[in-house]
């Protein structure tokens, strides 16, 4: 038995995969090292990662200076609680942030993940209704096909019928559930697209704490893409009717659609953010959750008097480090210009196949580039002839799709593209 063979073997014996059967994960490749965009196997093979790893790995694997900043980090300090205690990392990150985040957002907390910073989000937004007297307010409107996280909270905002609610029906919170936002991104702006959203807020705003909403781009919900007017009503509608507005930029956030956040797209602000993935590059898991003023103003004069939430690694320094490398290197060349790029690239080699007669559609925004087929994808045929051509992506439902990193060379872009397009 190779040693790829046997590490493969051990694992289906004691590890839970994610979206997988225990026991029977379906295609599993050992991976021995990475560089660059490439994902270096056990048995020698070389992938292209078309994924950046869950959409994190903006800069590719093993950067210099990101892996140079966590040296210099994990020579001082790894971790400490952040309870009573502070450090420059954290601060240095959270005044960045700040920064690069649109107006009136000013406070940050710092999390573990995506979907603990969407915990957050709607913790924070509870506890901000509470303490104005409006416990009344504890539901949350959010458009179908939205995907949030997996944790409970994150879950009961997730889409209904695609998500896991019929898993956990009982325990999830009830929300409030509006159309797919529509129209798409490059079509004619419908007024109607906004209508019943408008009614549920004209007549239930009495028990909606903030609407939740994946600015421009649903991802791992369907991978579609709505207007941006779209967002700019609903910043009016939630204005007018006493609604905070959350924005969940975990996947959208810096410069994966083109703008360094989605709500650019619309050029409004939310009245909180959450960011992860590409925050670190990839190199460790943290995520943030940004509020106004206004929002810790009103907790801070309510009761108890302070947010009710603590992870254990909250503000672990060596993250912020890799976060702090890795917004530097973002800023350090024209990312944007460089994204606009891979889109070019995308339309040119994704949009023929639009064509064939098993698309249903083909979808690039920034570097995103999205087939989307009439049928499910066969997932135990199609990973191992993308494995085959020395590629990397992993399809979910009927999206075969691609969000490289932003350091893909053409070559290995075209790569990409033309697995996609032989395995169809």
């Known amino acids: 038995m190779s040693s790829w063979d046997e590490l493969t073997a051990r694992d289906r014996r004691v590890v839970l995969h994610p979206y997988a059967a225990p026991g029977t994960p379906g295609p599993l490749y050992a991976v021995s090292r990475t560089e660059g965009v490439h994902l270096h196997l056990d048995d020698g093979r070389a992938l ?21 900043a966590m040296g210099r980090q994990l020579a001082t300090m790894s971790h400490v609680m952040f309870g009573g205690l502070t450090h420059e990392p954290a601060v240095a990150l959270c005044e960045r942030l700040v920064a690069l985040t649109p107006e009136p ?14 915990e957050v989000a709607l913790k924070l937004a509870l506890q901000y209704q509470h303490a104005r007297g409006k416990p009344a307010k504890n539901k949350f409107l959010t458009p179908l096909g939205g ?4 944790t409970l909270g994150a879950m009961s905002v997730c889409d209904p019928v695609n998500g896991m ?17 529509g129209p798409g991104y490059h079509a004619v702006w419908e007024s109607s697209s906004i209508d019943e959203v408008e009614s549920l807020l004209r007549w239930r705003a009495h028990e909606i704490a903030a609407v939740v909403i994946e600015p421009i781009v649903q991802n791992a919900g369907g991978l579609r893409f709505h207007h ?34 989605g709500c650019e797209h619309a050029d409004i602000a939310p009245d909180v953010m959450c960011v992860g993935k590409a925050l670190t590059g990839g190199m460790l898991t943290l995520a943030a959750t940004l509020i106004t003023d206004a929002i810790a103003d009103a907790i801070a004069a309510g009761e108890p008097g302070v947010f009710m939430h603590g ?7 060596l993250a912020c480090a890799a976060a702090l490398a890795n917004l530097e290197l973002l800023f350090s060349y024209d990312h944007c210009a460089r994204i606009a790029q891979i889109e070019r690239q995308l339309w040119r080699e994704l949009s023929p196949l639009a064509e064939h007669p098993g698309v249903e559609d083909v979808r690039v925004l920034g570097a995103i580039g999205v087939l989307e087929l009439k049928e499910r994808v066969d997932f135990e045929r ?18 075969l799709y691609t969000m490289p990193p932003y350091i893909i060379a053409s070559e290995e872009l075209s790569a990409v593209t033309g697995a996609m397009a032989a395995v169809l």
Not at 48 to 56: E, K, P, Q, R, Y
Not at 228 to 252: G, S
Not at 311 to 317: A, D, L, S, V
């Open 311 to 317: 992870p254990t690694y909250m503000g672990n320094p």
């Open 147 to 150: 995907y949030h996280g997996d």
């Open 105 to 118: 957002l000013t406070r940050v907390f710092l999390s573990d993940s995506g979907s603990v910073s969407v």
């Open 228 to 261: 941006p007017e779209y967002l700019r009503r609903l910043r009016t509608l939630c204005d007018q009717h006493d609604v905070l507005l959350i924005f969940d930029e975990i996947a959208t956030g810096f410069g994966r659609t083109g703008t360094l956040f």
């Open 382 to 399: 199609v990973v191992p002839a993308l494995v085959a051509r020395g590629v990397w992506l992993r399809p979910f439902g009927k999206l």
């Open 48 to 68: 292209i990662d078309g994924m950046s790893s869950w959409w994190a790995a903006i800069h590719g694997y093993n950067h210099p200076a990101l892996t140079a």
């Open 165 to 181: 609610h019929s898993l956990f029906r009982g325990v999830l919170a009830q929300q409030i559930f509006a159309p797919l936002p």
